[in-house]
């Protein structure tokens, strides 16, 4: 089972067509985001203007039958995270400000101890929604590509409309243009179809149902005509979302197909705006109504915030979390839902034994029979195990040496979500040594997914260019304590810099693609910003890929020319550049910064610029090692960047200063 050679060849006028009519249809059918603020504006209270989101003008090939493995893999999965949520003693074991990964991750520890609080205080709701998405990666291996899971995801699962969206972009093309007939394999039957938006909608319809009516069945259809239209859906949203577009469409299926309203607020509103009915003991939650004296109440508190500490700058926030969890309203996630989807959940469930105790066990059967016929047999067990790459804690008895071990194909990741987070192959050594016994707990190890890697035209706002194309699907269900459901995905087409990178967050990372240019330089991948400050690259690039500033940096040192290593120890990469530019007769130049992004998150970037007289006795300036990563130290950044700068010379043997013969 191979992929075809991609994308397809076309004239320049047939992608000229195929570009304008991909645009238009995208703006046309609300396949957009806002525009990014500059300068540090203040977005306008009402949008005058938006960009389409960033697309594949030709639909991705996926070998079907991964397809529709991965699509048997949800219900599974889908069951597995619910159990994993009502086990209170086994996520207090992992995840306990106490004695799990609270202790060391003040995140995980601070919405751990609001839920014991109101565990000991008692909840007063038992149903809890859950829209949940599995993100899977192409594993490239001798026998073929196999299927693995990134992540699971299991609070503010995006991109649902708009991976409808694209799904009838690509429906027109092929009706339109007929892709010019330049492939046979792009025909509408295999065009898989996708309801996302439609079910997504459907398990909030549920939940609101089951809110109003707990007792009536769940599937028994709702009458628009006997809603209260002052009980409605919370969206709890960020403030000045980009990506309000993909809520939208949400709100508007919610409205005109069932009648039911959906009010949009941030923590900071609710702080002032959301109190709870405490006289009558039903811990209703009212909401102030910005248009009439009277408040709302709230049937599902939806969150599309809430996963990041960017969300929580305060206690004040975390305090509105709680009142939001106290409340009659259905949760979506509940807060032991959203512990559920933590990576470390993930990393104990991969252990011998422990995700057969959830599925195979007894006591999980007959409560399926009282609910719904879910028994599962140890050959789904098998399947979903095959679906995990090894993965093991930090802080596990040999965890540390095994990671040294491996570092090259490892990821590192934290408790976290929304992107960045990551570390990868070479910044891993040195990243280690930076954590505390403590500071271990914290984070997972995980065997990078070797993702086969095919050309696709994409389509952000620059010109029409070819990008690496990382091929990732991400299923979607929603989920209610008495009804599951399958349904939906998301196949993008994801743009990453290194092919070997599986990109956990890559959902969210696609939007800064609109904003930077991507190339495929001789010798490696980098993404290339043209002629833009370097307080532009910070504010427009916000994932690790790495980046060649054409800008002058602010802070520049002469790198060492020393590279001399004391007894066995293995020459560094900055010693082994500082080796091969005195060879070379050049003169590298390094530039360095240190800065915070939006999410808070402290980067370091480092630059080697080559500089040296070519045989014209002319004076060159070269770029030709780059890094830019989180959660890293000055040196590490400079190693990485002296990685790079080596590669580079090893593949362009044009940047030398030594003058040719001329006898």
Not at 1 to 15: C, G, Q, R, V
Not at 56 to 79: C, E, G, M, W
Not at 191 to 216: C, F, M, R, W
Request: proline share 6%; glycine share 6%; with cysteine.
């Amino acid at each position: 089972m191979s992929l075809p050679k991609w994308p397809p060849n076309l004239s320049e006028d047939e992608l000229a067509e195929l570009k304008l009519q991909g645009a238009t249809y995208a703006l046309s059918h609300g396949f957009c985001y806002l525009p990014v603020v500059v300068n540090g504006q203040t977005p306008p209270s009402v949008p005058a203007a938006a960009i389409h989101a960033p697309f594949a003008l030709f639909p991705t090939p996926f070998p079907r039958i991964l397809f529709d493995h991965a699509k048997s893999l949800q219900q599974v999965y889908n069951v597995l995270y619910a159990r994993v949520a009502s086990d209170e003693e086994f996520l207090d074991g992992i995840l306990s400000a106490d004695t799990g990964v609270g202790r060391v991750d003040t995140f995980v520890g601070d919405l751990w101890r609001i839920w014991k609080e109101l565990r000991t205080e008692g909840l007063i709701q038992p149903l809890q929604l859950g829209i949940f998405r599995s993100d899977y990666l192409l594993h490239d291996t001798p026998e073929g590509p196999g299927l693995k899971q990134v992540e699971f995801n299991t609070i503010s699962a995006s991109f649902g409309a708009l991976s409808q969206g694209v799904d009838g972009l690509h429906r027109f093309l092929l009706s339109s243009t007929g892709y010019f007939q330049c492939s046979d394999i792009i025909n509408k039957e295999n065009l898989p179809s996708n309801d996302t938006l439609e079910q997504i909608v459907q398990g909030l319809v549920q939940a609101h149902k089951a809110y109003l009516s707990p007792d009536s069945p769940p599937h028994i259809a709702l009458d628009p005509s006997t809603l209260n239209s002052n009980i409605r859906i919370l969206f709890v949203v960020q403030p000045n979302e980009r990506n309000v577009f993909d809520q939208r469409f949400l709100e508007y299926e919610l409205l005109e197909r069932h009648g039911i309203h959906v009010i949009r607020r941030t923590f900071d509103e609710l702080e002032t705006q959301a109190v709870l009915q405490e006289s009558d003991g039903s811990r209703k939650l009212l909401v102030s109504n910005k248009t009439s004296s009277n408040p709302i109440e709230i049937s599902v508190v939806y969150y599309r915030a809430g996963y990041t500490p960017t969300d929580f700058p305060s206690s004040k926030q975390f305090e509105t979390r709680k009142k939001l969890e106290r409340s009659r309203a259905i949760k979506c996630p509940s807060i032991a839902l959203q512990l559920a989807g933590s990576k470390k959940v993930q990393a104990v469930l991969s252990k011998p034994g422990v995700v057969e105790s959830f599925l195979l066990m007894d006591k999980w059967d007959r409560a399926a029979r009282d609910t719904n016929p879910h028994s599962f047999c140890a050959k789904d067990v098998d399947s979903l195990r095959e679906s995990w790459m090894d993965m093991w804690g930090l802080e596990e008895e040999g965890g540390i040496e095994r990671a040294k071990e491996r570092a090259m194909n490892l990821v590192l990741k934290p408790q976290r979500e929304g992107g960045g987070n990551n570390v990868y192959k070479a910044a891993i050594l040195p990243f280690l040594e930076t954590l505390s016994d403590k500071e271990k707990e914290a984070w997972i190890a995980m065997e990078l997914i070797r993702v086969p890697a095919v050309l696709a035209l994409a389509l952000p706002r620059r010109p029409l260019r070819q990008h690496l194309l990382i091929q990732e699907i991400g299923n979607k269900r929603s989920k209610e304590v008495v009804l599951t459901s399958n349904y939906g995905h998301r196949l993008p087409s994801n743009f990453w810099t290194e092919s070997t990178v599986p990109s956990s967050e890559i959902h969210r990372r696609e939007r800064y693609t609109t904003e930077t240019r991507l190339v495929l330089p001789v010798g490696m991948n980098q993404v290339h910003v043209d002629s833009v400050s370097e307080k532009a690259v910070r504010r427009r690039y916000k994932g690790p890929k790495t980046i060649s500033y054409d800008s002058t940096l602010p802070r520049v040192k002469m790198a060492s020319a020393s590279a001399s290593t004391s007894g066995s120890q293995q020459p560094t990469a900055t010693q082994k550049l500082a080796n091969k530019a005195l060879e070379r007769r050049l003169t590298n130049q390094l530039y360095e910064d240190e800065f915070k992004d939006e999410y808070n998150h402290v980067w370091w970037s480092a630059t080697y610029i080559a500089v040296f007289l070519d045989s014209t006795k002319t004076q060159r300036q070269v770029t030709i090692g780059w890094c830019i990563r989180p959660h890293c130290s000055k040196q590490h950044a400079h190693e990485e960047a002296a990685n790079c700068a080596l590669k580079i010379l090893d593949a362009d043997p044009t940047i030398d200063g030594r003058v040719p013969s001329t006898q």
